[in-house]
């Protein structure tokens, strides 16, 4: 069945490549979007400021290595996801997070950002920079109604 929607995608135009390690495509992309996209939608920056900015750019790689060490404490081989090809070779343009904030549309924290951390709280991973930077998201996208405070709140909660 994957065989024949892949021959649909790509018979649309749309790539659709085999993927060896779904696990590993996962986190590959999530740790794009909990580091770089969280980074955008704080600065309303492109993702070539990553690139550009010493400052922000270590910043987005240790958001990635906190995302990588909760990918490995998961068990997901984490050896393909190179965080500083995501930081150094980024599209030139807003990611969907940010195009969200910009546009009024409810901002997808929870998924990219409270479940990884609350797995890290599960595993013990330690995540200060992703934490921080959670909650100054949180904070944006309640301020424009744009996200529920709840989630802060249990977030909160689950890291003492």
């Known amino acids: 069945r994957l065989d024949a929607i892949r021959h649909e995608l790509e018979a649309a135009g ?4 085999p993927i060896a390690n779904i696990r590993q ?18 600065t309303g920056h492109r993702l070539t400021i990553l690139r550009d900015d010493v400052m922000l750019g270590e910043l987005c790689m240790q958001a990635a290595a ?8 998961l068990g997901v081989d984490t050896s393909e996801i190179d ?4 930081r150094t070779m980024p599209p030139p343009h807003l990611p969907s997070m940010r195009q969200d904030f910009d546009n009024g ?4 924290l929870d998924a990219i950002v409270f479940a990884p951390l609350a797995l890290a709280r ?6 200060p920079v992703l934490d921080t930077l959670a909650v100054l998201a949180a904070r944006i996208g ?7 405070p709840r989630s802060v709140a249990d977030f ?3 890291r003492r």
């Open 105 to 108: 549309k409810p901002l997808e």
């Open 122 to 127: 599960a595993l013990g991973v330690a995540t």
């Open 83 to 86: 965080a500083e090809r995501l």
């Open 156 to 158: 909160a909660r689950n």
């Open 142 to 148: 309640q301020d424009r109604g744009l996200y529920a």
């Open 25 to 42: 495509a996962i986190w590959g992309k999530l740790t794009l979007n909990i580091s770089s996209s969280m980074l955008s939608l704080l």
């Open 66 to 73: 906190e995302s990588i060490a909760i990918a490995a404490a």
């Open 14 to 17: 749309i790539e659709s490549p």
